[in-house]
Every structure is written in C-alpha cells, then in structure tokens.
C-alpha cells in the first residue's frame, strides 16, 4: 500500500484539495447534498469530549495518507509542517467565510488528528515494528 501512495502522489494532492474546498465552501456542503441545508454539517459519530469527531478524521485520513505518500522521501518534518499549519490556517479562515464559524473543538480535532499521526510513526521509527 505504500508503495501505491508513493507512486501515485496526485492522490494525495486531490485529497488535499478537497479538504481545502471542504473547509472554505460557506456552509455545509455534504450538508447540502445528504441533508438539504447547507447549514446543517452531518455528524459521522458524537463529538469526543472536546474534540471535534468530523475534523478529527479528516485530519487523520490525511496524515496517513500524506505519511505513506512521502515516507521514502525526506519529507516527512516539512510534511508534519505543513499539515499543523494547514490545520490551524483552515479552521482560522471560518472567522471570515460566511456560513462558517471558528471553533475550539474543530481546531483541537484539527491537531489531534495530526498529532496522533506522528506520534505513531515516532513508536513505529522508534521499535522498528515493521523493520524486517
């Protein structure tokens, strides 16, 4: 599976462009299409106690899949860069995109989602649990 992420890295690209689409639409999208109001967000699972469910996935899907995209390539801290910055820009522009409205838990969703990526793959690099 890595080998497939690495070669094709347009798919991390893609995805990365559509949760930027995602975050800056004004309202809801998925709640436009699957409930008929843009101002309802459809809810996955129940919020974790203070962290966002929605954007805790997001931002998880998108960290595997950017590790596994630049895994062999030195890129992994601009990665992890990137990735907290893009977290935190996004949720701070729903302070101007109308429909949209900052919020705490949608930011520490964001990060945590992040982090617990990289805290991973510093116990994986760290005991070599997939080191032949």
């Known amino acids: 599976m890595i080998k497939f992420f ?22 809801s999208f998925f709640g436009c299409i699957f409930l008929g109001s843009c101002k309802t967000q459809p809810q996955i699972t129940p919020d974790f106690a203070i962290i966002s469910s929605n954007h805790f ?3 998880f899907l998108i960290s595997i899949i950017g590790y596994f995209t630049f895994l062999k390539s030195k890129k992994i801290k601009f990665l992890i860069i990137y990735l907290i ?3 935190i820009f996004l949720e701070t522009l729903h302070l101007v995109i109308p429909e949209r ?4 838990s949608d930011l520490v969703g ?4 992040v982090l617990i990526v ?3 793959n510093n116990l994986i690099n760290k005991y070599g649990v997939f080191k032949k």
């Open 85 to 87: 910055f893009l977290s």
């Open 110 to 113: 964001n990060l945590c989602g």
């Open 6 to 27: 690495t070669k094709y890295k347009i798919l991390f690209y893609i995805i990365n462009f559509c949760l930027i689409f995602l975050y800056v639409f004004p309202g």
């Open 101 to 104: 409205s900052f919020q705490w």
């Open 57 to 59: 996935y997001a931002f």
């Open 118 to 120: 990289i805290f991973i």
